[in-house]
């Protein structure tokens, strides 16, 4: 009786294992079924949101502050804060050397009001200091040792909206989208306490047309000085085109910017492109009339940026300063200028989203 009982046990035990065999070749397969399933979905949704982040994504023109905006899919990006140190070691103005160290802080939060529509709000606070060695006469006031330029500071923000017009439907492409697009903004450009003669006002109205590879927005601007007479009307324009997936051209306020995506965490770039500003000078003795300071640069560098994750984004930028003139103006009328040898430049920029 023991022997069969052996027996019985030993064909029990070899079916158990059998089945714990069976069971747990199940159940792998139907973990790695559910875990190719998982890797199918999150792949495409991390495509989907590559592809809206592509498309979708808003990014700062380091020149302008109201570069036009476009309706989301998804926003991942609703807060940013940015700030940059630009500097031009001293340059042969003839007369005098002349170096300008410019640092700006900016503020840019975007709000979807609906499936269509978003706001975004954008502050930039900063100021420019011109050190001179040497004499200089190009205030006309006669030839002086000292700096005749007090601290200038600038003041700007904008409020803007664009809402997608179409859910379907297409012109030149399957999956285009176009939007209505405007905002208002204000500005002060000053010395001193000259803060609230420096107001600048306007607003913007334009068209905005994006597909998978191209954003484009033109439109009109319209703004007034408080203290000036009349308005101006000018054109805004803003393009971003990507070739390829690694490639990116796009405009960066007066020229344009070529990029390259190395690897995710690194991007590099060629730009060339004109700055101006103009500043509202405070009231010189012998002087009657409103006195406006206008720096104008052509620029021409390289750089990188490196983004090592997405709450932080550094930028570091050098070239050369082909061309930078500085005027003095009244009434739209140019009084005296100075216009310097070229000279190199460097730019860093440090973005954090929390």
Do not use: C
């Not at 998982?38 to 808003?58: D, G, L, P």
């Not at 990507?242 to 690897?263: A, F, H, S, V």
């Amino acid at each position: 009786m023991l022997l069969p009982d052996r027996a019985v046990a030993r064909r029990l035990r070899l079916a158990g294992a059998a089945a714990a065999l069976v069971l747990f070749a199940t159940a792998a397969a139907s973990a790695a079924e559910a875990e190719g399933e998982a890797s199918t979905e999150s792949e495409a949704a991390a495509e989907k949101r590559r592809a809206a982040t592509v498309v979708h994504s808003q990014e700062e023109d380091p020149e302008n502050i109201g570069t036009p905006i476009f309706p989301q899919v998804q926003y991942r990006d609703a807060f940013r804060l940015r700030v940059q140190s630009h500097l031009v070691p001293p340059s042969d103005f003839g007369s005098a050397d002349i170096a300008v160290y410019n640092t700006d802080v900016r503020l840019r939060v975007t709000v979807p009001f609906s499936e269509r529509g978003v706001l975004q709000f954008t502050a930039r606070g900063g100021t420019s200091q011109y050190t001179f060695s040497g004499s200089t006469d190009w205030f006309g006031l006669g030839s002086t040792a000292s700096d005749p330029v007090e601290g200038l500071y600038a003041l700007a923000f904008a409020l803007q909206g664009a809402y997608r017009l179409n859910d379907g439907g297409y012109v030149f492409l399957d999956g285009e989208s176009w939007s209505v697009l405007g905002g208002v903004f204000g500005s002060s450009f000053w010395e001193g306490n000259d803060f609230a003669d420096g107001w600048t006002g306007g607003g913007t109205v334009g068209l905005g047309y994006q597909s998978k590879r191209l954003r484009l927005a033109l439109g009109v601007r319209v703004d007034s000085k408080l203290t000036g007479s009349g308005a101006n009307v000018g054109p805004v324009a803003s393009i971003r085109w990507d070739p390829t997936k690694r490639l990116t051209l796009r405009n960066r306020g007066l020229g344009g910017q070529i990029e390259y995506q190395l690897w995710r965490p690194l991007k590099v770039f060629a730009t060339g492109y004109v700055s101006s500003h103009s500043f509202r000078l405070s009231e010189r003795p012998g002087v009657s009339r409103d006195l406006m300071l206008t720096d104008r640069q052509v620029l021409a560098g390289v750089g990188f940026e490196w983004r090592p994750s997405r709450r932080f984004v550094l930028n570091l930028e050098g070239g050369v300063v082909a061309s930078h003139k500085i005027e003095l103006e009244s009434d739209d009328v140019t009084l005296s200028s100075i216009t310097a040898e070229p000279a190199g430049y460097v730019a860093i920029r440090i973005a954090l989203r929390p």
